[in-house]
């Protein structure tokens, strides 16, 4: 992989970028039963509170990741998937810096997510870069396969 990888915001609307839902749910569907898949289906990927980034080298989408903003001045973080290929490319810290970065450009407070017990690595990446664990926020109920997390942000940095 030697080309340029860009984490730019864009459409999740695109051939490239549906094909990697699927790659993610399909994921998902792999290692948790229906009821603790959380993902939000395409139509929502579009609503004006959400800022979806796509990672792309040249034509080839290798991750997305999105954020959503809350009312209460929070965001969660959802859909956040790497291709295999792309893998070890460090692309997740990458696309979280990019979340981050649109969190503070945001004004948001807080960042938040729900992963699955069964990811180490992103469980692992979320923990290196600060997230901290809490109990389920939102519409979610606790669930022995989830493991919610929060990052707060700070405005200066």
């Known amino acids: 992989m030697d080309a ?5 915001r864009e459409p999740p609307r695109q051939p490239g970028v ?4 699927e790659l993610s749910n399909a994921y998902a569907a792999s290692l948790y039963p229906a009821e603790s898949n959380h993902m939000l289906p395409l139509e929502e990927l579009e609503t004006p509170e959400v ?3 796509v990672a792309r080298a040249g034509d080839t989408v290798l991750g997305c990741a999105s954020l959503v903003r809350q009312e209460d001045g929070t965001a969660e973080i959802k859909r956040m998937f790497v291709d295999e290929s792309a893998r070890g490319l460090r692309l ?3 696309l979280l810096d990019r979340l981050e ?3 503070r450009r945001l004004g948001v407070s807080v960042l938040r997510l729900e992963t699955g017990i069964y990811q ?3 469980i692992g990446l979320y923990r290196r870069n600060g997230f901290a664990e809490i109990p389920a926020f939102g519409s979610y109920r606790p669930d022995p396969l989830s493991l919610f997390m929060e990052k707060r ?3 200066g940095a």
């Open 4 to 8: 340029t990888i860009l984490i730019q």
């Open 18 to 21: 549906i094909r990697l839902l």
């Open 51 to 53: 800022s979806f980034f």
């Open 92 to 94: 997740g810290k990458r």
């Open 101 to 103: 970065e649109e969190g």
């Open 120 to 122: 180490p690595e992103a």
């Open 153 to 155: 942000l700070d405005a």
